[in-house]
């Protein structure tokens, strides 16, 4: 997945690692998930939008494959299937009319559009046409509602309405709510599937783009600290549109463009500097400024050939990141190109390893003591921006973690249940919670 700032930066971006993709010999999707439809702009050409279609895929190269997914037309489509299941029971009153709702009204329903797209990219990657699935996703903000709406919504159904309650109507005698159950479940299953491919970070990882501006690089601290909450493997940090050096300035008086030019370049290398200080176990990558925007197959052709290339291992899947094998590309961290005018590189020139940094799973371990009087830890990866955003909270058997402006509900291990929250701290990057057990809760 290829998310974060840069516009139609991003978007050429995206293209760009697509078509090293398919230069390689993969079979490569490239999707858009940004409603924005910029990926036809940077390819050079429209794609059709008709009414009430999903709109079909192109080639536009041999082994690479486009497509804007339409949030607005799957909605529609999805809508006329689960409808059509309701009113096969003619025999029976549901109690409410879907043919009095038009799908344009869905549309406000917080995070439906998105879930849809996601289910579709699920669908893609367990086709097994493609080697790898590049995402072009949304702006930051939005990507990451995406990227919670599977949890939330998992979350929100089983509270409503119970797996167990699920299964009993399913198989009951009452029609009505067994035609319902079923329903639920169809969607449940397909959530879940959307789930699990973004938590699977042998097959999907995001790369984030950014630009070497002191308010965009705080951005991306987030971002980065939202990825180890959720999860997602983030697989590199690119700086894009950075200013390649000037010669050394001779005896005469500069001109003064040519003074802006130079302070300009200075500050984006500090910029660079201090985000691999905050993302010491991040590769950060650098693509240079190109001048005119490459639009257009051919242009993009030629940026892939310095984008840095990734290898043939695992499959990738992920919203704005590049993946490997049936699934959504996140990218995999390859060899740098060292070309000499290559505008995208690592600025020691080395290999850029594949460290699956930032998705350590959530560890609990036994500190000391037994029984009543032992200490539990409970750590989990999160390299927070700011501390001062962090919260803790507990609901049940969930444990709710919140920093950065994201929250995210974790389910407690089976040990933790029976415990209660002694101390939380944060240290090198990992959030430590320190249990105790309850004396009312532990066995004897």
């Known amino acids: 997945m290829f998310v974060g700032k840069g516009g139609v930066g991003k978007t050429t971006l995206a293209c760009a690692q697509a078509m090293g993709h398919a230069r390689t010999g993969q079979r490569v999707l490239l999707a858009s998930l940004d409603q924005a439809h910029s990926?036809?702009?940077?390819?050079?050409?429209?794609?059709?939008?008709?009414?009430?279609?999903?709109?079909?895929?192109?080639?536009?190269?041999?082994?690479?494959?486009?497509?804007?997914?339409?949030?607005?037309?799957?909605?529609?489509?999805?809508?006329?299937?689960?409808?059509?299941?309701?009113?096969?029971?003619?025999?029976?009153?549901?109690?409410?009319?879907?043919?009095?709702?038009?799908?344009?009204?869905?549309?406000?329903?917080?995070?439906?559009?998105?879930?849809?797209?996601?289910?579709?990219?699920?669908?893609?990657?367990?086709?097994?046409?493609?080697?790898?699935?590049?995402?072009?996703?949304?702006?930051?903000?939005?990507?990451?509602?995406?990227?919670?709406?599977?949890?939330?919504?998992?979350?929100?159904?089983?509270?409503?309405?119970?797996?167990?309650?699920?299964?009993?109507?399913?198989?009951?005698?009452?029609?009505?709510?067994?035609?319902?159950?079923?329903?639920?479940?169809?969607?449940?299953?397909?959530?879940?599937?959307?789930?699990?491919?973004?938590?699977?970070?042998?097959?999907?990882?995001?790369?984030?783009?950014?630009?070497?501006?002191?308010v965009a690089v705080a951005e991306s601290a987030r971002v980065y600290s939202a990825t180890a909450l959720l999860g997602l493997r983030l697989q590199a940090v690119v700086v894009n549109k950075v200013l390649p050096p000037v010669p050394p300035a001779g005896p005469q008086p500069q001109h003064p463009a040519v003074r802006w030019y130079t302070h300009r370049y200075a500050e984006q290398r500090d910029v660079i500097a201090g985000l691999r200080t905050s993302m010491p176990d991040i590769p950060v990558l650098v693509a240079g400024h190109t001048g005119a925007e490459p639009v257009g197959i051919g242009p993009l052709a030629g940026l892939a050939c310095v984008v840095p290339a990734e290898d043939t291992g695992d499959p990738v899947s992920g919203g704005g990141t590049a993946g490997t094998g049936p699934g959504s590309d996140t990218g995999h961290a390859g060899p740098v190109r060292r070309d000499t005018d290559a505008p995208m590189r690592d600025d020691a020139g080395s290999p850029v390893a594949a460290p699956h940094a930032g998705t350590a799973l959530p560890a609990v371990r036994l500190e000391s003591g037994t029984g009543v009087h032992s200490v539990y830890a409970l750590r989990i990866r999160l390299p927070v921006a700011d501390p001062a955003t962090l919260r803790l909270g507990r609901v049940e058997d969930d444990l709710i973690v919140g920093a950065d402006g994201l929250r995210r509900r974790l389910r407690l291990a089976p040990v933790l249940r029976r415990c209660t929250v002694s101390t939380a701290e944060l240290d090198n990057g990992y959030l430590v919670i320190r249990f105790r057990p309850d004396p009312q809760e532990w066995p004897r």
């Open 39 to 214: 990926l036809g702009d940077a390819l050079g050409f429209r794609f059709a939008h008709d009414p009430g279609a999903v709109p079909g895929m192109i080639r536009v190269i041999p082994g690479l494959e486009v497509i804007e997914l339409d949030s607005l037309a799957l909605l529609e489509d999805r809508f006329r299937e689960i409808a059509g299941v309701l009113a096969a029971d003619t025999g029976h009153d549901h109690g409410f009319d879907l043919s009095a709702l038009d799908p344009a009204e869905l549309t406000g329903l917080p995070g439906v559009q998105e879930l849809l797209m996601l289910v579709e990219v699920t669908q893609y990657a367990a086709d097994g046409e493609w080697d790898v699935i590049v995402l072009d996703c949304p702006p930051t903000a939005d990507m990451l509602r995406i990227l919670t709406a599977p949890e939330t919504l998992l979350g929100y159904l089983d509270r409503i309405w119970p797996p167990h309650h699920r299964m009993m109507a399913a198989i009951g005698t009452d029609l009505r709510r067994a035609v319902l159950a079923a329903t639920m479940q169809r969607i449940v299953a397909a959530v879940t599937e959307v789930r699990d491919l973004l938590a699977d970070s042998e097959r999907t990882s995001a790369r984030l783009i950014t630009l070497a501006e002191r």
